[in-house]
C-alpha cells in the first residue's frame, strides 16, 4: 500500500530532550515536507525536501533540523524541545519537486513538558 | 508569496442541506489550487484539485469547487451534506516548492 509512515506516533518528553520523529514514503517521491498543526493556525511549513540532499526553511523553521540523505526518509530533528513545539506534526510528499498533490502521513502528537 | 484565508472557522448545518466553504487566495505566479479534508483523528486526504482548464471542479464525496480568477476564490460547495462530512476542510495554494493552507474551516453536521 502506497503510504507515508511517521513514528512516533504519541509522544510526551521534557524540555531539552533531544528527539528525532521519522517520515518514510514507498511510492519514490522526489519531493517531501514537514508541517505543524496548531488550533487556529492551520497547517504551517516547517521543512521541505525537492530531492536526495536538497532541503529548504519553510515558514517555521526555528528549532527543528531535517535531514534527506535518502529519498524515502525525511526525518524532523528537534535538538532541544520546548513546550512552544508541542504540536501536531505531519509529514507529506509528493511525486514531483512542485508543491502539488501531497500525500500525508497520519500525524505525530507531540507534547513537551 | 502567496496565502490563504477561509473566511469562516465553523460551519454548522443540518444533514441533507446545502454548503459553502469560502476560500480566497493570493499568488504572485500560477495559482494551482486544492481543497484537502481532515477527519477527526486522521491526516489530511485530498478533496479536489485546480490545476488548469475549466472552472469547475468536481471532487470525491460529492463535493466541488469554483474557481473565480477575478474574485480570487475558490469555494468549497456541497448541495446535501451528511453527518459523515464532519470534519475539518482546508483550502491551500500551491507555488513552486510550497504548499500553503488557510486556517481550517470546521463543517459540522447535525441531524
Known amino acids: 500500500e502506497a503510504q507515508v509512515t511517521q513514528n512516533p506516533r504519541y509522544l510526551i518528553t521534557v524540555t531539552g530532550k533531544k528527539l528525532t520523529v521519522t517520515c518514510s514514503q514507498n511510492m519514490n517521491h522526489e519531493y517531501m515536507s514537514w508541517y505543524r498543526q496548531d488550533p487556529g493556525l492551520g497547517l504551517r511549513q516547517i521543512y521541505y525536501?525537492?530531492?536526495?540532499?536538497?532541503?529548504d526553511k519553510g515558514d517555521v523553521p526555528e528549532g527543528y533540523k531535517v535531514s534527506r540523505k535518502e529519498k524515502r526518509n525525511f526525518p524532523l530533528i528537534l535538538e532541544s524541545p520546548s513546550p512552544n513545539q508541542t504540536s501536531l506534526y505531519f509529514c507529506?510528499?509528493?511525486?514531483?519537486?512542485?508543491?502539488?498533490?501531497?500525500?500525508f502521513g497520519a500525524g505525530s502528537r507531540l507534547t513537551v513538558l | 508569496a502567496q496565502s490563504v484565508t477561509q473566511l469562516d472557522s465553523q460551519v454548522p448545518v443540518f444533514e441533507e442541506a446545502p454548503v459553502e466553504l469560502r476560500c480566497n487566495y493570493s499568488?504572485?505566479?500560477?495559482?494551482?489550487l486544492f481543497w484537502y479534508v481532515q477527519y477527526p483523528n486522521q491526516g489530511l486526504q485530498l478533496l479536489l484539485k485546480?490545476?488548469?482548464?475549466?472552472?469547475l471542479v468536481k471532487g470525491i464525496n460529492g463535493f466541488e469547487a469554483e474557481f473565480n480568477k477575478s474574485q480570487t476564490s475558490f469555494h468549497l460547495r456541497k448541495p446535501s451534506v451528511h453527518i459523515s462530512d464532519t470534519a475539518e476542510y482546508f483550502c491551500?495554494?500551491?507555488?513552486?516548492?510550497?504548499?500553503?493552507f488557510g486556517k481550517g474551516t470546521m463543517l459540522l453536521v447535525s441531524p
Open positions: 507529506a510528499s509528493s511525486p514531483d519537486s512542485g508543491a502539488n498533490v501531497l500525500t
Open positions: 485546480y490545476l488548469s482548464g475549466s472552472t
Open positions: 525536501s525537492m530531492n536526495v540532499e536538497v532541503t
Open positions: 491551500a495554494v500551491s507555488g513552486y516548492s510550497t504548499l500553503t
Open positions: 499568488s504572485s505566479v500560477s495559482v494551482y
